[in-house]
C-alpha cells in the first residue's frame, strides 16, 4: 500500500523557472491538500481539493496553481518561481469528515 | 480566518521530566487533530478528538480536548529519547484541516 506519493524529493530551481510538484494517493481520499512548511512557521495550508474538479485556497496561494482532475493526483505548479519559495512542500490526503491526515514523505525545493 | 496557536514553540527538557504543549483556536472546532514530526520526517497522525471536555490517553501521552472545543492538550509524562519531535494541533473547522506552528521537544538524556 503506496499511500501518499510524491515526486520529487529533492529539486532545485533557478528564479523564474516553473515546475509541477506531482502528489498521487491511492486510498480514494476525496480531501487533498497541499503545505509548505517554513522554520518557525509551522505547515501553512497552500490549497486543497474536496473532491474531482474542485479545488479551493488556502492560507498562502499566492504563486501556485493547482487543479484535481482525477481523485488520485493533486499537482502543484509553481509558474514562475522566486526564492520565496524555497520550503519542504507536504501533501496530504484524507477521507471526507472527521479523519486523519496522511502525509507524502514531502519535496524539498530551493530556488536561486 | 481561522486561525490555531500553539505554544510553547520550543521545549527542551531532561529525560524522565514531564512535557506539555497547548493548542488554542480562534474558532470553535468540530474536531481537533495531534500529529508528530520526527527530525527529517513528514508529519504523522497520532489521535483525533471530537467531543467537548475529551480525555484521551495512549501510553505516556494525555490529549484533552477543552470544554468550549476552542483548546486542547498534549501531555507526556516521563519523557524518552524516542520523544523527541515536533508536535503539531490541527484544528479542522469546516473542511480546512489548519495547523498551529508546533511544539519542538528535545529531550537530554
Known amino acids: 500500500n503506496a499511500g501518499v506519493t510524491q515526486t520529487p524529493k529533492f529539486q532545485v530551481l533557478k528564479t523564474g523557472q516553473s515546475m509541477t510538484l506531482q502528489c498521487a494517493q491511492d486510498?480514494?481520499?476525496?480531501?487533498m491538500s497541499w503545505y509548505r512548511q517554513d522554520p518557525g512557521m509551522g505547515l501553512r495550508l497552500i490549497h486543497y481539493s474536496v473532491g474531482a474538479g474542485i479545488t479551493d485556497q488556502g492560507e498562502v496561494p499566492n504563486g501556485y496553481n493547482v487543479s484535481r482532475s482525477t481523485t488520485e493526483d493533486f499537482p502543484l505548479r509553481l509558474l514562475s518561481a522566486a526564492p520565496s519559495q524555497t520550503s519542504v512542500y507536504f501533501c496530504?490526503?484524507?477521507?471526507?469528515?472527521?479523519?486523519?491526515?496522511?502525509f507524502g514523505q514531502g519535496t524539498r525545493l530551493t530556488v536561486v | 480566518g481561522q486561525q490555531v496557536m500553539q505554544i510553547p514553540q520550543y521545549q527542551h527538557v531532561q529525560e524522565g521530566e514531564d512535557f506539555t504543549t497547548y493548542c488554542n483556536s480562534s474558532?470553535?472546532?468540530?474536531?481537533i487533530q495531534w500529529y508528530k514530526q520526527r527530525p527529517g520526517g513528514h508529519p504523522v497522525f497520532l489521535i483525533q478528538?471530537?467531543?467537548?471536555?475529551e480525555v484521551k490517553k495512549q501510553k505516556r501521552l494525555t490529549f484533552q480536548f477543552g470544554e468550549a472545543k476552542k483548546n486542547s492538550s498534549l501531555h507526556i509524562t516521563a519523557t524518552q529519547t524516542t520523544d523527541v519531535g515536533t508536535y503539531f494541533c490541527?484544528?479542522?473547522?469546516?473542511?480546512?484541516?489548519?495547523f498551529g506552528k508546533g511544539t519542538k521537544l528535545t529531550v537530554n538524556p
Open positions: 490541527a484544528g479542522r473547522g469546516s473542511e480546512k484541516l489548519v
Open positions: 486510498m480514494n481520499h476525496e480531501y
Open positions: 474558532t470553535t472546532l468540530s474536531n
Open positions: 478528538l471530537v467531543k467537548s471536555g
Open positions: 496530504a490526503s484524507s477521507t471526507q469528515g472527521v479523519t486523519e491526515a496522511f
